[in-house]
């Protein structure tokens, strides 16, 4: 039967090596016969086959049925022999999809696998959530062919009935640890208490008698909306349960005993030994019964449940594993550390071992055997160990402290009632504290600032602590895992420090923004150029306020994850019947489609890469419209917050109930971007697809993976969108031609120009260009450099940016800005203080307009900026490979209104001589704007709003 976790012994087993080959010959997506010969043929190992066939081979059975009938020949061809030497049990235990699947390719005929469509329904429906039928007291699988299969074929067993489990808190009350969350299965609805039970069970080593939790059903419809599966409800899925210590500590007493009484048989002193159990669930709903471990913790408290001393040196801890499962351990204080002392290069542990008395052993720190010093004392024996400082601050992870006696076995060192120690060494500290465990962590690193205080006054997060650092400004940054980031100033007052964070109201270039959904991680830059995390102070973890704040529509955390790592979670605050896989399934199928029916408004819906910006093209057209006097709906969609439409707009949250309907009953759509997937047009609406620039490298149907047989499910999602357009712009007739046959396109194009680079070229850019200076913070009268290359489509997690920026501060000196503009596909730049990050500014017209210089490469804004008449510089440090791997429209080197260049040095010595650089190809350059950009001539927007609106 496959339980997920590879077959093997603490000695070593073939089979679990074999399993890792196969795994890692998918996982490099090497050829199905490679994987096989590694598999070897079936029936020598019973777990080994349950393993391959519910993990690694099973999911490449699925990616080949899906490339076509080549690959399902060479499946079919591969696979049978194997199979027909898998035991049946093997077979009949395995996960229903992969059960279906295996009886097809034994005993259905070739031409129906390789040319019909069995394989491919059986695979589809298995990526669906399935639909659980009940026939008597079993259930079974809602999968294809059952009028052709025998029924036991599609029956639940213990491998399909795995509980989706969460644990919302875990806390001591009365003496008592209570454990809530949820636990269901997949597709199982629980609407209520009635047919409905559970029960939490503890599960030590296999002699002890089990742990049975009181355990009862509690209403939880937070299940729900966060449920995979559309349609099922999961509100009573909720369960408290509660702990006496006393059990544990019966079980632990009588283990003890045995485990003494065996030490003494071999002539050894007994020793305490913690003992452990695993947290499981066992739960009966509507005739199903399931059994699973209980997994996943919420972010913050419940990451870190607290202990509870049972006596003087016995602790019993709820802890997590590193596969998120939930235990709770028994434990002794074996070792308790007692004094930490810095001097000097010296760092003195004092150890105390209660019970003991011990002459000889050594300790451990980390992997490493270090000198011990063991005294006997009244009551026990004083370890002291002694490290030099020195050495300790080479090393770059926190180590664990364990002591060894001889003759017993090592014991770690807990922090018990020792206060925790943080010594400054220069810029450096040596640290000794407690992990989540209370187990002794000793590490040296940069110094850190320490939190001790997150209070929130008013809409403002108010963050207080220690940081014994060299004094000097710094500034505490917020980053997003997409790499955004926001810096916050830190007040520092000799060694305590403030910052105040108001995260519903952030600056972003002039404008106020709440954060972004997701985590915000806190770091500060050191002036060595070091990133250094910021901590929590272990003593203020049990007084955090981790309760969420509703700001602006957004729910606001400050938590500590991973034990004391603070970081702020945010998440917009959506209606009941808005969340979840539950509510959007609702909104697109049935209130969508009703909507659909009801009479077009004489509205305008703008949206710009999915609401998260109010620029480009769109926003052209709207403030063209509004400047005539066009007193219509004008609708922005907004996504997450990310931007404040104009004053009198009516803004729309993305994914809401109200952006389903302006899209369904709207007259007009404009856009830059493909729309939801949801999204059809009906007939009598009229889109507007503004796109995103002339492209230089290959986009649509052009691309490599688009030509895949069978089509990838981008080139249906993108035929469905193109089908919806009623009038694509173009910037030029080469644009037109590319365009059309890029998206396959057969409707109106409208070649007007871009809307968006009618600024460039306004009777008003030099006051638009002014604002924008004084926004950037760019000084007047120096020279703007632009840096803005597109994404590569094999490298799109390096952030690295290509250009030497430091030795472009050196050679072209004080009187040139530095901007750097990377592209929303790539990895948020590292970009050093001597250049400005632009990344995440709105509209890039706005840096096109202040730009003096365009530094590019196969971007194309090398088109956009072709209005503004100055120069550009391409730098294609890849120019092979990105044209080998993406594709290029244009022979770069032949086109190129300026140098076409592939060093960091070259590019650098044609920035300081740009005046003559622009001179040698001032007739490339005007051949190019003809050819790629003649319609940009300052009045595309007014071309686009007298052909739609007027």
Excluded at 51 to 74: F, H, I, N, Q, T
Excluded at 479 to 498: A, K, N, Q, V, W
Excluded at 615 to 623: G, I, L, N, P, W
Excluded at 767 to 773: D, K, N, P, Q, T
Aim: aromatic share 6%; with cysteine; net charge positive.
């Amino acid at each position: 039967m496959a339980t997920g976790v590879p077959a093997q012994s603490p000695g070593g087993d073939p089979a679990a090596d074999r399993l890792k080959v196969v795994q890692d010959l998918c996982d490099r997506g090497e050829p199905l016969d490679a994987i096989m010969r590694a598999a070897g043929p079936g029936g020598q190992d019973a777990a080994f086959d349950a393993e391959v066939l519910s993990g690694p081979l099973g999911a490449r059975m699925d990616v080949a049925v899906k490339r076509g009938p080549a690959r399902r020949r060479e499946l079919v061809a591969l696979l049978r022999p194997y199979l027909a030497n898998v035991d049946e049990r093997v077979k009949r235990d395995l996960p229903v999809a992969r059960r279906l699947i295996c009886h097809l390719v034994e005993h259905r005929p070739d031409a129906e696998l390789i040319d019909g469509e069995t394989l491919t329904k059986a695979v589809a429906a298995a990526a669906e959530p399935s639909k659980r039928i009940r026939k008597g007291l079993r259930w079974y699988a809602d999968l294809p062919f059952q009028d052709e299969l025998p029924a036991e074929l599609y029956r639940l067993r213990r491998s399909d009935l795995v509980p989706v489990t969460h644990i919302d808190d875990i806390q001591w009350v009365d003496g008592k640890l209570r454990i809530t969350g949820f636990a269901y299965l997949a597709g199982l609805s629980v609407r209520s208490r009635r047919f409905n039970r559970a029960s939490v069970v503890l599960r030590g080593p296999r002699w002890l008698p089990p742990v049975r939790m009181r355990t009862r059903r509690t209403f939880e419809p937070e299940a729900t909306h966060g449920a995979r599966e559309p349609g099922c409800n999961y509100d009573w899925s909720g369960f408290s349960a509660e702990l006496s210590p006393w059990a544990l500590r019966w079980r632990g007493a009588v283990r003890g005993a045995v485990h003494a009484a065996r030490r003494r048989m071999r002539h050894r002193p007994a020793v305490a030994d913690a003992t452990t159990w695993r947290a499981e669930i066992v739960f009966w709903s509507r005739g199903a019964r399931a059994t699973g471990l209980l997994r996943g913790s919420s972010v913050g408290r419940p990451e870190r449940p607290a202990g509870l001393k049972l006596r003087p040196g016995w602790w019993v801890r709820p802890v997590w594993t590193s596969d998120r499962a939930l235990q709770v351990v028994l434990q002794p204080n074996r070792a308790e550390l007692t004094g930490v002392t810095v001097e000097g290069d010296r760092l003195e542990l004092r150890i105390f071992l209660p019970g003991r008395s011990v002459t000889k052993g050594h300790a451990r720190l980390g992997g490493h055997r270090v000198a011990a010093d063991f005294t006997p004392q009244q009551g026990g024996t004083e370890v002291v160990v002694v490290q030099a400082v020195s050495a300790l601050l080479h090393e770059k992870d926190g180590r664990r402290l364990w002591v060894e006696p001889k003759g017993d076995p090592a014991a770690s060192v807990m922090l018990g009632d020792s206060g925790e120690t943080r010594a400054a060494v220069g810029d450096r500290e040596i640290t000794v504290l407690g992990d989540r465990r209370d187990r002794v962590i000793v590490s040296a690193h940069r110094i850190r600032p320490v939190i001790s205080s997150a209070v929130w006054e008013g809409s403002t997060l108010v963050l207080r602590g220690r940081y014994p650092d060299a004094s000097g400004q710094r500034v505490l940054t917020l980053r997003h895992r997409s790499g955004l980031c926001y810096g916050i100033p830190m007040e520092r007052d000799g060694e305590e420090f403030t910052a105040r964070i108001t995260p519903a109201a952030l600056e972003r270039f002039g404008e106020s923004v709440p954060l972004s959904s997701g985590t915000w991680n806190m770091s500060i830059r050191h002036p060595s150029g070091e990133i250094v995390p910021l901590r929590m102070d272990h003593a203020a973890l049990p007084g955090l306020d981790e309760a969420p704040r509703e700001l602006a529509g957004h729910a606001f955390r400050m938590v500590s994850t991973r034990f004391d790592v603070p970081v702020i979670t945010v998440e917009e605050v959506l209606p009941a019947d808005e969340k979840g896989v539950a509510g959007t399934h609702v909104l697109r199928r049935v209130f969508y489609p009703a909507q659909r029916t009801e009479p077009l408004n004489d509205a305008t819906v703008y949206v710009v890469n999915d609401g998260r910006l109010y620029a480009d093209s769109v926003r052209a057209v709207y403030e063209e419209r509004v400047r005539r006097g066009d007193d219509r709906e004008h609708i922005w969609i907004v996504k997450d917050g990310a931007f404040t439409p104009p004053p009198g707009t009516t803004a729309v949250r993305a994914g809401s109930r109200e952006h389903h309907a302006a899209l369904a009953r709207s007259r007009h759509i404009v856009t830059n971007s493909f729309l939801p997937v949801w999204f059809r047009a009906r007939e009598d609406q009229v889109v507007l697809q503004t796109w995103n620039g002339t492209p230089a490298k290959h986009v649509g149907n052009d691309q490599p993976h688009m030509n895949r047989d069978p089509r990838p499910p981008i080139w249906h999602r993108q035929a469905a969108e193109v089908r919806g357009w009623d009038v694509l712009l173009s910037q030029s007739p080469w644009a037109t031609t590319l365009l059309r046959k890029a998206f396959g396109y057969q409707g109106e194009i409208l070649e007007s120009g871009l809307p968006r680079n009618d600024v460039l070229t306004s009777p008003d850019r030099e006051r638009l260009a002014a604002e924008v200076r004084a926004r950037l913070g760019l000084a007047e009268g120096k020279r703007v450099v632009l840096y803005a290359p597109t994404y590569r489509d094999y490298d799109r997690k390096n952030a690295m940016v290509k250009l030497d920026l430091a030795k472009a501060r050196e050679e072209l000196g004080a009187d040139h800005e530095l901007l750097v503009r990377a592209h929303p596909m790539q990895a948020m730049p590292a970009v050093p203080d001597i250049a400005h990050d632009v990344t995440t500014y709105p509209d890039m017209a706005d840096l096109l307009l202040v730009a003096d210089v365009l530094v590019t490469d196969y971007s194309s804004v090398m088109f956009d900026f072709a209005a503004t008449g100055r120069p550009m510089v391409f730098y294609a440090y890849d120019l092979a490979k990105y044209s080998a791997k993406r594709g290029l429209y244009v022979d770069l080197p032949e086109i190129a209104p300026g140098p076409v260049l592939s060093t960091s040095a070259e590019v650098i010595e044609a920035l300081r001589s740009i005046d003559q650089v622009a001179a040698a190809h001032r007739d490339r350059y005007d051949a190019f704007r003809a050819t790629y950009a003649p319609k940009d001539d300052g009045k595309a927007t007014a071309r686009v709003v007298d052909h739609l609106f007027s």
